[in-house]
T-cell receptor, first 113, second 114 residues
């Protein structure tokens, strides 16, 4: 099992550009999550999904969009990138609810200049 | 509402010394509690979790944590620190009722000095 994979590992965007962060899991997990991590701020939940076709907002959804067309994939879309979106982004998955272990990808380091 | 407080954003210990990382939670219902570890330039991985079974929970790499309801605490300990324990440690909470999401602490960075 590859677990949770994320691409790309690094990316530099210019202000106003758009991009999609890819996340794939091969564990047949129902729940998937997108977090951003900023120094000293812990993890902030952006969006999560409880199954294919079902997504919901987390704490900091503004400026992002998600979709979940399959169990395996949960891409995160950034529209009109802003410097405030400079961060490290982590995708995670769990079998069912929040009380189950979350498995994290290696992260994407995004810089917006 | 649930919340998690990790006391001390940075902790430094000597190799071989006791590691104690503090986590206090707030929850009006019985909680599920977690400790995750993040090694440099990696994603997070589960160290251990409490889900209403034994109050003393053993995890990977010699770590353990004790759930103390009276103190609303879930402190993480390891008897003897190793250089490889240097990492960021996160405490998190959820509960059985509406547990779609974890509530995360801000993290504690552990440095281990030779």
């Amino acid at each position: 099992n590859a677990g949770v994979t994320q691409t790309p590992k690094f990316r530099i965007l210019k202000i106003g550009q758009s991009m999609t962060l890819q996340c794939t899991q091969d564990m047949n997990h129902n729940y998937m999550y997108w977090y951003r991590q900023d120094p000293g701020m812990g993890l902030k939940l952006i969006y999560y999904s409880v199954g294919a076709g079902i997504t919901d907002k987390g704490e900091v959804p503004n400026g992002y969009n998600v979709s979940r067309s399959t169990t395996e994939d949960f891409p995160l879309r950034l529209e009109l990138a802003a410097p405030s979106q400079t961060s490290v982004y982590f995708c995670a998955s769990s079998w069912t609810s929040g009380k189950d272990t979350q498995y994290f990808g290696p992260g994407t380091r995004l810089t917006v200049l | 509402a649930q919340s998690v407080t990790q006391l001390g954003s940075h902790v430094s210990v000597s190799e071989g010394a006791l590691v104690l990382l503090r986590c206090n939670y707030s929850s009006s219902v019985p909680p599920y509690l977690f400790w995750y570890v993040q090694y440099p330039n990696q994603g997070l991985q589960l160290l251990l979790k409490y889900t209403s079974a034994a109050t003393l929970v053993k995890g990977i790499n010699g770590f353990e944590a004790e759930f103390k309801k009276s103190e609303t605490s879930f402190h993480l300990t390891k008897p003897s620190a190793h250089m490889s324990d240097a990492a960021e440690y996160f405490c998190a909470v959820t509960h059985a009722g509406n547990n779609r999401k974890l509530i995360w602490g801000l993290g504690t960075s552990l440095a281990v000095n030779p």
